[in-house]
């Protein structure tokens, strides 16, 4: 297949209701979405780099300028024959995985369209349906704590993730827990603390959780190795894990033994898979992380969580806790089993809305030809 270009779409979201977390609050999400024409079809990409460089260096600002700069020309007008072969050309690059990961979804929602399967399929799938949970933000009181706690559950989410930070960590977690003594319960830091905050881990052994999520710094792996050393809790990566290398050297020292897979920070679908199949081999549990998607990168989500080593519930909720009128179409939605059904139509099975695009767009930019010129 020869790409013929790529249309950057940079456009703001505003969410359903503030997200925080121990990096920051926020009330609307920017995106990249990238859309991709080859052989008279169109594939979408969304890019998962943030407004500020909170949970990654990268931001919406590096990712426009390295994949309108160096992505885009290093694939516009060439031919692939496979995500794979796609994935290959981008191995040069260092850094700026969700980049990457951006171009190379677009590309694998193609590849899927051009032989009529669904992206699960393509990638290997074997489930129609997975397991979610919710991630829950800090609220600035433990009765609004619970009570968003308590709406989620009411909901039918089985699994829920508290965001925890210094000073909002130990007791919330366990009026929470006191309150759901069976709920499957886990705890994400986004790196906030240090070894230094062993004891406090510690008591977390005593509630049950399913994981502690990223206790500490971004790029560690030999200090989160000392602290599991410490803990029953099973600790799971998240920032530290950048591709499959990364996965692999922090199971070798058992800095983790859960892993969260987000295509957008290990570089893309293939570089994901790989990690799914590294820890698959070693009998480690993966989920799949949220990025606080639009339909377009929850599809290409719910298509990863389908991987049989996708044993724990993902960050993958219903489109309606993210935003009041997404993208793309349909919204996804919460099975009574705290489920989200995989799409089987050709491709992600979502359809970008381009009245729904202009409404929330920035900026637009082509690289190569198509009707759609830069406006
Ligand atoms: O650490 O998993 C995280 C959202 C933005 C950045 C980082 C994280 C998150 C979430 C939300 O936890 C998951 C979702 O999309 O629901
Ligand atoms: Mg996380």
């Not at 949970?133 to 829920?160: H, K």
């Not at 799409?343 to 930019?365: D, F, I, K, S, Y």
Request: net charge negative; glycine share 8%.
């Amino acid at each position: 297949m020869k790409i013929e270009s790529i249309t950057l779409h940079h456009i703001s979201l505003p969410l359903v209701a503030p997200f925080e977390t121990s990096f920051g609050r926020e009330t609307e999400r920017p995106c990249i979405l990238v859309e991709m024409r080859a052989g008279g079809l169109t594939g979408w990409g969304e890019c998962v780099a943030g407004a500020g460089p909170w949970y990654a260096y990268e931001t919406i600002g590096t990712a426009w300028h390295i994949i309108s700069e160096f992505l885009a020309p290093m694939v516009v007008g060439q031919e692939f024959t496979s995500p794979e072969a796609l994935a290959e050309r981008f191995s040069a690059v260092r850094g700026h995985a969700m980049a990457r990961a951006a171009v190379e979804a677009a590309f694998w929602d193609l590849a899927a369209r051009v032989r009529g399967v669904s992206l699960a399929h393509l990638i290997g799938a074997t489930r129609e349906r997975v397991a979610v949970g919710v991630s829950v933000g800090i609220e600035p009181t433990l009765d609004a704590q619970l009570a968003s706690v308590a709406r989620f559950v009411e909901a039918g989410y089985a699994r829920v993730k508290l965001k925890i930070k210094p000073g909002w960590d130990v007791a919330m977690v366990r009026a929470v827990r006191e309150r759901w003594p069976d709920l499957l319960l886990q705890v994400d830091a986004n790196s906030a603390y240090t070894l230094a905050d062993a004891p406090i881990f510690r008591e977390f052994d005593e509630m049950n959780l399913l994981l502690i999520e990223q206790p500490l710094h971004h790029e560690d792996i030999v200090d989160h190795a000392r602290l599991q050393a410490q803990l029953r809790t099973p600790i799971c990566l998240d920032e530290s894990i950048h591709s499959p290398d990364h996965a692999r050297w922090a199971l070798d020292i058992d800095a983790c033994r859960v892993i969260n897979i987000k295509a957008g920070r290990v570089g893309g679908l293939t570089a994901a898979r790989q990690i799914h199949d590294l820890c698959a081999a070693r009998g480690i549990p993966v989920w799949c992380g949220g990025m606080l998607e639009t339909n377009v990168g929850r599809a290409a989500n719910l298509a990863l969580a389908a991987l049989p080593n996708f044993t724990l519930p993902g960050d993958i909720s219903a489109s309606a806790r993210y935003y009041h009128s997404d993208i793309a179409t349909p919204d996804f939605v919460l099975n009574a089993d705290s489920t989200i059904s995989v799409p089987q139509e050709p491709g992600l099975g979502v359809v970008v809305l381009p009245e729904r695009l202009r409404a929330v767009q920035v900026r637009q930019l082509t690289i190569g030809y198509s009707e759609v010129q830069n406006s």
